[in-house]
């Protein structure tokens, strides 16, 4: 949280003069700047959230991430890898639109339609032992982006429940997180972090 500091005086944003968006906008970049963090405190919820997995929530992120990095994939989708999850506290039906919600600003079209529909592809995995049709996939079937989630799930992420794998830890990929989240090319307030 902001340490409050000077507000805005209007009690509508109809109302707002010039004088008040300079004090909002201002206050916003030293907040934005502090948003790697907050993606990193709330990634570490999920440490020691199994939900009956064979490995916790956190080590399946760091798994995944770590396949990932260790395949020669970029910054950025070793990013989205690490983040694909992080929506389970807070999204329990939707996560995968919670991860791709966050990561929107900072990654390629891609990398967010992976982040975003990850879970219906992951479904092929174990959806039809829940009862659920495991070829949900095929409604994207077609979609230019089919094959690279298909390949991100298959590779890294139904892949990532080892409990003897060695993954890199949180604090290796915290720079990458840092390098990211610092760097918005999809968003509509990028020109406010420009200016």
Not at 26 to 55: E, N, S, T, W
Not at 133 to 140: G, M, Q, S, T, W
């Amino acid at each position: 949280m902001q340490d409050g500091g000077e507000r805005a005086k209007f009690t509508a944003m109809a109302k707002g003069t010039q004088e008040d968006w300079s004090i909002i906008g201002g206050q916003f970049m030293g907040y934005a700047r502090g948003l790697a963090d907050r993606v990193l405190a709330h990634l570490k919820l999920l440490d020691g959230d199994f939900g009956g997995f064979p490995i916790d929530r956190l080590q399946h992120s760091l798994q995944t991430a770590t396949r990932a990095h260790r395949d020669g994939r970029g910054e950025d989708y070793v990013v989205m890898a690490l983040l694909h999850d992080i929506g389970d506290t807070l999204g329990s039906y939707n996560h995968p639109d919670i991860a791709a919600a966050i990561l929107r600003p900072f990654v390629s079209e891609e990398l967010h339609w992976i982040a975003q529909q990850h879970g219906a592809f992951q479904g092929y995995y174990f959806f039809h032992y829940l009862g659920l049709d495991r070829d949900a996939r095929e409604a994207f079937r077609g979609h230019r982006y089919f094959d690279a989630c298909a390949e991100f799930c298959e590779k890294y992420d139904q892949a990532a429940f080892d409990p003897a794998y060695q993954s890199e830890s949180l604090q290796f990929f915290e720079p990458m997180v840092r390098r990211i989240f610092a760097r918005p090319i999809n968003s509509i307030y990028a020109k406010i972090e420009a200016a």
